[in-house]
């Protein structure tokens, strides 16, 4: 049985969350992707999420509230700093796998061609000229997985002896996360439970995360947790515990 003690500092990241006010965009942790930056006044992204499949091309939109001459473009490292990878303006000329360009005095847009599982990651555009300076951010997953990896963490101390605490926390990750799958049910009980926190890692995987409290009486060593496709009705399972073994 897999058991945690903590998680890495950007492991659970929510899907929404408020820009930055950030003097320094490069040292700075990140905007939340997903959340709004003075939502309908501040710098706009679209699409917020976008899934593609190895090979094809990102196109990602800027909208500013204002006028303005051009934005950069960032995108998030594991660390949750922000790294500088390309300009949009009227005179913007292609960067390796990067282009992008004014299309008019409020819209920018930036293109990622053949992009890649190592492209996979939270970009956000920026316009020092209005406050906040960052838009919303768009999430980018790169992959040709069908379904999820699953596997079930069980708290360090959940089988310590000692006072028992009254819940124990259980966390359902679904590694190499494809689109529509946001929803976990567990047993026993039969909770269901949305997916509340996602990071990339350093390969371009994107790992999400979704836990569930278990009464302490009703916690014998073993669970189940079930990740649901909510458009298809697909499933698939990961148990653990004694006797319960895992698997798909």
Known sequence: MRRWGGLPPNALKALDGKAPSAENPTHSRSPRAGGASAEGTGVRQSPRQLWLLPGQTANLGCRLPDHGSHVNWYKEKPDGSLHWIYQSSEFSSPKGKYSGRMENQFDFSLAISSAQREDSGVYYCSSHTFFPSFGNGTRLVVTNATQPQLSILVPADAEEPGQPPAAIPLLCRLHDLPPGWDTVRW??????????????????????????WLPAERWHGAATCTALQSRTNRSASVAVGQGAGEGN
């Not at 047993?187 to 836990?211: F, H, K, M, N």
Request: no cysteine; charged share 15%; glycine share 12%.
């Open 187 to 212: 047993q026993p009980g039969g909770q269901e439970t949305p997916l509340t926190a996602a990071a990339v890692d350093e390969r371009g995987v994107l790992s999400a995360w979704s836990i569930a």
